[in-house]
């Protein structure tokens, strides 16, 4: 608070902490250094990635309220952006989501880091468990979301179950991606999955009268 010129009081206006982007870059690239150097993830302390980023302890609380937290947001970081929805169809939306998938794909096959970094975290109950409450599950909820929209709009039919869609649409690219190492992930394939499953999910056209 201070006194302006004609002796009335003024209060100053209150900022906050801001967020440095330099610092959690710091501090997220100090994980993948740790990672890099082949740390396991037991082992990834809070002090020994604050000492590695060059930061105190404090500042990764002020962040993250624990390792879990921060090494969800270091795996988000590490792969494709969710993907700005198109919002001109239905069906352009769902290519959107897929490619997403598949892109990640791509990236863990090619990147011996991240394979390793996605490794790991399955292997952490609790990691897994936090990556799947803040990055799948969310990710899940808005491709349902397009589906019922879908079903709204009549261009689904409206007898069949949003979540089993979802499953329908994804499986394809997850058992490619996860499941069969060897599965081609090839430019294209996000709108041959959408295309193929659209053909049988759409509403049949009463047949015309002569």
Do not use: C
């Not at 608070?1 to 690239?29: D, K």
């Amino acid at each position: 608070m201070s006194l302006a010129g004609n002796g009335t009081r003024q209060e100053a206006p209150t900022r906050g902490r801001p967020r440095s982007e330099a610092v959690e870059r710091a501090i997220t690239e100090g994980v993948m250094k740790l990672v890099e150097e082949g740390v396991p993830l037991a082992e990834l302390s809070i002090e020994r990635i604050a000492r590695t980023a060059g930061v105190g302890k404090a500042t990764i609380y002020r962040r993250w309220p624990g390792k879990e937290e921060l090494f969800v947001d270091v795996v988000r970081a590490a792969e494709p952006a969710d993907p700005e929805l198109p919002g001109t169809s239905m069906r352009d939306d769902l290519v959107a989501m897929l490619e997403q998938l598949r892109l990640r794909g791509v990236m863990t096959r090619s990147s011996a880091l991240l394979h390793n970094v996605f490794a790991q975290m399955k292997s952490t109950p609790k990691v897994w468990a936090a990556y799947q409450s803040t990055v799948v599950e969310p990710r899940r909820r808005k491709a349902v979301d397009i589906l019922r929209r879908g079903q709204e709009n009549g261009e689904l039919r409206p007898d069949l179950d949003p979540e089993l869609m979802n499953d329908l649409f994804v499986g394809p690219m997850l058992l490619r991606s996860v499941m069969r190492h060897d599965g081609d992930l090839p430019a294209g394939l996000s709108e041959q999955i959408v295309d193929t499953l659209l053909a049988g999910l759409r509403p049949v056209s009463p047949p015309t009268t002569p």
